[in-house]
């Protein structure tokens, strides 16, 4: 407990802080977060309908805003990059630690009807059934900080590690933008297929409507 209570003095030391005017200022990383938030807000994403009918296959809002996004922020990065104005940082690919993050972050996401991001911005749009989202990351944020290191879970969620490798390695792509547009391909289809599917629900939805008023008469 005094361990964390150091850390925590730490994070508010002046030379952490003055770190904010620095090189590694997080200005941009605020400017990033405000414009997503905007993005968020506007494409009706801060709402618990919105989330929990993605699970339900009735909204599809979400895979509109956030697929585009994903092409966009692709494309961009690596053309940066092979223009040399950004480096990657590439996390490990750790299969055994990722699954579990990936159950248990979509469980929370299904339960909650909202993800970190989307619960901030439903706050801020004053919509209080947010606050146990929020209330749960940082609660999860402080225990996994305090039980990750050194420690058995650290082991465990390590099984597994192929490092730091991309599809691009995985599938043995020479050129990386071959990958990047057959993604890209796939994101278009995706949403061509989903525009479908909602045009199928609508129809269905209507012939079930006026069958069932010829029914009462």
């Known amino acids: ?32 977060g405000v414009l997503l938030g905007i993005i968020l807000q506007k494409g009706r994403l801060c709402k618990y309908s919105v989330v929990s009918g993605m699970f ?3 909204d599809f809002s979400f895979f509109r805003v956030g697929t585009p996004l994903l092409m966009i922020a692709m494309v961009l990065v690596y053309f940066l990059k092979d223009a040399g104005e950004v480096e990657l940082y590439l996390p490990r690919t750790v299969i055994f630690a990722q699954l579990i993050g990936g159950v248990l972050f979509g469980a929370g996401l299904a339960i909650s009807g909202y993800c970190p991001a989307i619960a901030a911005g439903a706050l801020g749009e004053g919509a209080l059934d947010a606050l146990p989202t929020m209330a749960g990351m940082i609660a999860g944020s402080i225990i996994y900080a305090e039980l990750y290191h050194e420690s058995l879970f650290d082991r465990l969620v390590s099984y597994i590690d192929i490092g730091r490798v991309t599809f691009q390695d995985i599938f043995l792509v020479f050129n990386h933008w071959f990958f990047i547009m057959g993604f890209v391909v796939m994101c278009v289809m995706f949403l061509i297929g989903i525009s479908m599917y909602d045009e199928f629900l609508k129809a269905s939805f209507s ?4 069958a069932s008023k010829l029914f009462k008469k």
């Open 1 to 32: 407990m005094e361990e964390m209570f150091v850390r925590l003095k730490n994070t508010f030391d002046p030379d952490t802080l003055s770190s904010l005017y620095g090189a590694s200022s997080l200005w941009g990383g605020l400017l990033l």
């Open 56 to 58: 339900r296959m009735q």
């Open 207 to 210: 012939v079930i409507g006026r």
